[in-house]
């Protein structure tokens, strides 16, 4: 069964770049689109972008100026970048797995993180 | 983008009650629909793909359906473990987006 895990630094300054890193254990890691979402406190949730494990990737053209996302499938890992944050950036960031199903009616989020919430805050 | 609008915002019914939880899409998304629960401080939880297919794991109480704009999630007789918030997502096209979330309470 697999399991995701965000990692990385849950204070951030002003105009820094946000990076978070998501572990993937168990089940493959190709043939999946890995992908990251936030939902900041009280509000819905915002999808930010995925990377498919050959590398390419697709970004909310929201937050596109400001956003890498990157794969290092020997160490089954994926990550965010998000550049230049201000307070609006404050959130949980989750890290999901989006699965599309053989007949392609599904093309869903069916394994998450726990989430790492991040304030932006000098 | 696709606006998703989910009604009502927040509800409250008794344990063994029927609930029936809408979401409206911007536009024609045909069957790409999915529901997701979320309980306070977890993440969401996948329930329903493809509008109406039940994701492995989860009670038949729940179930979805509709195509094209307007969708519901339906659980047949709640549970005190249901309580939680409940999010549509469409995946017709980019940018992914969700509802704003029904909040269902236990009376």
């Known amino acids: 069964q697999v399991q995701l895990q965000e990692s990385g630094p849950g204070l951030v300054k002003p105009s820094e770049t946000l990076s978070l890193t998501c572990t993937v254990s168990?089940?493959?890691?190709?043939?999946?689109?890995w992908s990251w979402i936030r939902q900041p406190p009280g509000k819905e949730l915002e999808w930010i972008g995925y990377?498919?494990?050959?590398?390419?990737?697709n970004y909310n053209p929201s937050l596109k100026s400001r956003v890498t996302i990157s794969i290092d499938t020997s160490r089954r890992q994926f990550s965010l970048n998000l550049s230049s944050v201000t307070a609006a950036d404050t959130a949980v960031y989750y890290c999901?797995?989006?699965?599309?199903?053989?007949?392609?009616?599904?093309?869903?989020?069916?394994?998450w993180g726990q989430g790492a919430l991040v304030t932006v805050s000098s | 983008d696709i606006q998703m609008t989910q009604s009502p915002s927040t509800l409250s019914a008794s344990v063994g009650g029927r609930v029936t939880i809408t979401c409206r899409a911007s536009?024609?998304?045909?069957?790409?629909l999915a529901w997701y629960q979320q309980k306070p401080g977890k993440a969401p939880k996948l329930l329903i793909y493809?509008?109406?297919s039940l994701e492995s794991g989860i009670p038949s109480r729940f179930s979805g359906s509709g195509s094209g704009t307007e969708f519901t999630l339906t659980i047949s007789s709640l549970q005190p473990d249901d309580s939680a918030t409940y999010y549509c997502?469409?995946?017709?096209?980019?940018?992914?987006?969700f509802g704003g979330g029904t909040k269902v309470e236990i009376k």
């Open positions: 999901a797995r989006r699965i599309r199903t053989h007949d392609g009616g599904g093309f869903h989020f069916d394994s």
């Open positions: 168990g089940g493959s890691f190709s043939s999946y689109f």
């Open positions: 990377i498919y494990y050959s590398g390419y990737t």
């Open positions: 536009q024609i998304i045909n069957s790409w």
């Open positions: 493809a509008s109406s």
């Open positions: 997502q469409q995946y017709s096209d980019y940018p992914l987006t």
